[in-house]
């Protein structure tokens, strides 16, 4: 399994970008997958997640009304709308997949998730 997060960068505060996540040598259509974030010194966050059929999407409360996740299960990509971004919100960014495919609910816990790809760093001025 293969996956790959891009279109990171520098914004400044209020600003948005839209991250992707490419995903290769998996039934993408078949996995729950999730948005995760790493700040230096903090714990990997959740950030927001989407069922493996679409429609149901889960978020973290501190990215609610801002981020928007979404996925196109015929191009095997994941997308991630960023907007109003904050200062906070510096980290490097990356997807996973769900550990258990076609899980009937939408899991926040990092632990349900497995096969990280290389991030995308994600850097917000004041």
């Known amino acids: 399994v293969q996956l790959q997060a891009s279109g990171g960068g520098l914004v400044q505060a209020g600003g948005s970008l839209r991250l992707s996540c490419t995903a290769s040598?998996?039934?993408?259509?078949?996995?729950?997958m999730g948005w995760f974030r790493h700040a230096p010194g903090k714990e990997r966050d959740f950030i927001a997640a989407a069922k493996w059929s679409g429609g149901t999407t889960s978020y973290a409360d501190f990215v609610k009304g801002r981020f928007t996740i979404s996925r196109d299960n015929w191009k095997n990509i994941l997308y991630l709308q960023m907007n109003d971004l904050k200062p906070e919100d510096t980290a490097v960014y990356s997807c996973?997949?769900?550990?258990?495919?076609?899980?009937?609910?939408?899991?926040?816990?990092?632990?349900?998730?497995?096969?990280w790809g290389q991030g995308t760093q994600v850097t917000v001025s004041s």
């Open positions: 040598g998996l039934p993408f259509s078949n996995y729950n």
């Open positions: 996973a997949t769900d550990e258990i495919s076609r899980r009937a609910y939408v899991s926040i816990d990092r632990a349900d998730y497995e096969s």
